[in-house]
């Protein structure tokens, strides 16, 4: 957060015009040029964005929506909102996204979509997923900015959304995007919000604010210093963590914006995650828990892998290289003690 930040948004308070309004549509046009879209329509959050991206792919009961388990809970319920059922797959050990193979598996008559999240900043290869022939919504709420064949996310699926929570890689407060085809957005635009409409179609009151586009557009103008930022943080892990036992994410270049610095372990996490607290480092599972544990099914042995075994390091713009140097330290004599 930066004073051009909040000075931006004491403009719109000083103006009076809080909610949706001009500062959303600019939001709006600059979104849809940063991802090479048509159009795009900024709503109140990243789940909200799923939801209204499914329902204008007209999803519904009877249908089914392809998503990974190793993944946050809103995808799972952004499908069940909609009447349909989810179909969990596993995750890929590469790149910790969807496995487009044991997708395919999954495939069936009843699949309307599949939602493919760029896990951690990583774009994922779209190629596989476009040879199941369902639209594809492409989930970049952790990779905007994130290249892939000479276009950036978001470019090449059905749909995409975006996520601008606080700990997103740029920030509203909340919010979210769908962006895509003007036509699709059309229909997002006309589900976002329920009051003074003729008919009684089911809307919702998932609306944007202009002061949260305002911080949006501000953060905006200078994301690729932030991206930049993050990218020379991972640079630094690389450094710091060569030789370490530990295995590092794919470098990848242009591909990756690092939303998240995952590494892999080979011991337990728990006692590993206790000593890096007592150093004052806040690592972390990058995902909470696979939703196919919550839900007391098996048959996913790639997620339950990774959950077990990968570590989120600390990675955001205001982290200094000293303390890239701190954590790596601190990771290194943890795994020295395993």
């Not at 075994?309 to 990771?331: H, Q």
Request: include cysteine; glycine fraction near 8%.
């Amino acid at each position: 957060m930066s004073e051009e930040d909040a000075q931006s948004v004491a403009r719109v308070v000083r103006g009076g015009h809080l909610a949706q309004g001009p500062e959303v549509e600019a939001f709006e046009r600059e979104m849809a040029s940063r991802l090479g879209v048509q159009a795009a329509a900024a709503v109140s959050s990243g789940s909200a964005a799923l939801e209204l991206a499914l329902r204008a792919l007209e999803v519904g009961p009877g249908d089914e929506v392809l998503i990974p388990t190793y993944v946050c809970d809103a995808l799972h319920h952004a499908v069940t909102r909609c009447g349909a059922t989810p179909v969990l797959a596993d995750a890929d050990p590469d790149t910790l996204s969807l496995s487009v193979a044991d997708a395919a598996r999954r495939v069936t008559r009843r699949t309307r979509c599949v939602i493919v999240p760029h896990a951690f900043g990583l774009a994922a290869d779209l190629d596989g997923f476009e040879r199941l022939d369902v639209p594809i919504v492409e989930d970049c709420a952790q990779a905007l900015g994130a290249v892939a064949g000479g276009r950036p996310v978001g470019a090449r699926g059905r749909l995409a959304v975006c996520s601008f929570y606080a700990t997103k890689l740029l920030t509203t407060g909340e919010g979210g995007l769908v962006a895509g085809p003007a036509e699709l957005v059309a229909r997002v635009r006309d589900a976002r919000e329920y009051d003074q409409r003729r008919d009684l179609t089911p809307r919702f009151n998932y609306k944007l604010t202009d002061m949260q586009a305002a911080l949006g557009r501000s953060q905006l103008a200078r994301y690729d210093a932030f991206v930049a930022r993050r990218r020379a943080i991972a640079a630094g892990y690389r450094r710091a963590l060569a030789g370490a036992r530990c295995r590092l994410p794919l470098d990848v270049g242009a591909r990756h914006v690092y939303h998240r610095f995952v590494v892999g372990l080979d011991g337990p996490l728990p006692p590993l995650l206790e000593r890096l607290v007592a150093r004052g480092v806040a690592a972390r599972r990058p995902v909470f828990r696979p939703i196919h544990q919550a839900l007391g099914l098996a048959g996913y042995p790639v997620a339950e892998r990774l959950w077990a075994e990968r570590l989120s390091l600390p990675c955001y713009p205001a982290l200094g290289d000293a303390e890239v140097d701190a954590v790596a330290a601190a990771l290194r004599e943890g795994l020295e003690r395993a």
